[in-house]
């Protein structure tokens, strides 16, 4: 299933294959929190980044594995590259577009403390 989104003001574009049920990892650490970010996991053949490439700025904290993408104009993290799924992008289920009719069912990620919870993952 082929569903879009991207960031609040529109620089940022995406599309992205999914299967038509998802399950979303939303975690506790303090950046998702914070933004109430819901993870939806797509592997990189099968994401592509349509516009806003030029907008986009990045952030790094921690261990500075994961780039978080943000638009430089609006502020919205719609993807970013997470250190949990180094072959995926982490798609905000929140920015994707109304309509997609996907069936999500929601994790909880403890990412507080990230090296046990990766593990959980497998």
Not at 7 to 26: M, S, T, Y
Not at 45 to 52: A, D, I, M, T, Y
């Amino acid at each position: 299933m082929r569903v879009t989104g991207g960031c609040h003001c529109g620089a940022v574009r995406f599309i992205a294959e999914v299967e038509p049920q998802v399950e979303l990892l939303e975690c506790n650490c303090s950046l998702c929190r914070h933004s109430a970010y819901l993870h939806l996991i797509v592997p990189h053949q099968r994401f592509e980044l349509l516009s806003g490439a030029d907008a986009l700025t990045s952030y790094r904290f921690g261990t500075g594995v994961a780039e978080h993408l943000f638009c430089r104009t609006c502020g919205v993290k719609s993807f970013y590259q997470p250190r949990s799924h180094p072959e995926a992008w982490s798609v905000n289920f929140r920015s994707l577009d109304e309509g997609h009719g996907l069936t999500a069912t929601i994790c909880d990620f403890d990412g507080r403390n990230w090296e046990t919870a990766r593990k959980e993952l497998g």
